[in-house]
T-cell receptor, first 114, second 115 residues
């Protein structure tokens, strides 16, 4: 079974609208971290935001926020007021307990339309 | 500063060549990683170094040989590669391994083409 599921292979959004990128995860660990990365066509993986399993507040970083619903095992990324530069691939990822590895979802390609 | 640098940015090599990819970080991180990423796929972990020692090798073919000369530097030596090894190679670093709160920071990657 997939540990990280991103159900939206691609999305088209009008500039200045808010965007929600879906991510669900599967783990039996109590301690885990959830990450979102942005990858523009240039290739660099840019860290956006982190949410720990014990964090009670949803993480926010500028225009990015993470809608963390622990009981539903979802960690959706919300981008407010989208910009043309937000066009990129977005990966949701998880790190469990003391595992060295980070598990990536398959990604969502976001296209912002002018 | 969360910068990880990688050189070269692009590399074209023949199947008989020997080349090396270089990765550097000056954040004091003690864990460094190599990933391989094919187009439209997520990155796949290749190697993990923790405190300059190889801790994970994800069954990577021996034509890829990692090296960690010091805590800031990570190399990937390439020899006798195949065309299917063409990919984006990403380096990452983090403060530690074995810590779920620890963020991995990635470099810009090396786009490798094997002819």
């Amino acid at each position: 079974a997939q540990k990280i599921t991103q159900t939206q292979p691609g999305m088209f959004v009008q500039e200045k609208e808010a965007v929600t990128l879906d991510c669900t995860y599967d783990t039996s660990d109590q301690s885990y971290g959830l990450f979102w990365y942005k990858q523009p066509s240039s290739g660099e993986m840019i860290f956006l935001i982190y949410q720990g399993s014990y964090d009670e507040q949803n993480a926010t970083e500028g225009r990015y926020s993470l809608n963390f619903q622990k009981a539903r095992k979802s960690a959706n990324l919300v981008i407010s007021a989208s910009q043309l530069g937000d066009s990129a691939m977005y990966f949701c990822a998880m790190r469990e307990g003391q595992d060295d590895k980070i598990i990536f979802g398959k990604g969502t390609r976001l296209h912002i339309l002018p | 500063d969360t910068e990880v640098t990688q050189t070269p940015k692009h590399l074209v090599m023949g199947m008989t060549n020997k080349k090396s990819l270089k990765c550097e970080q000056h954040m004091g991180h003690r864990a460094m990683y190599w990933y391989k990423q094919k187009a439209k796929k997520p990155p796949e972990l290749m190697f993990v170094y923790s405190y300059e020692k190889l801790s994970i090798n994800e069954s990577v073919p021996s034509r890829f040989s990692p090296e960690c000369p010091n805590s800031s530097l990570l190399n990937l030596h390439l020899h006798a590669l195949q065309p299917e090894d063409s990919a984006l190679y990403l380096c990452a670093s983090s403060r530690e391994t074995s810590d779920y709160t620890d963020t991995q920071y990635f470099g810009p990657g090396t786009r490798l083409t094997v002819l």
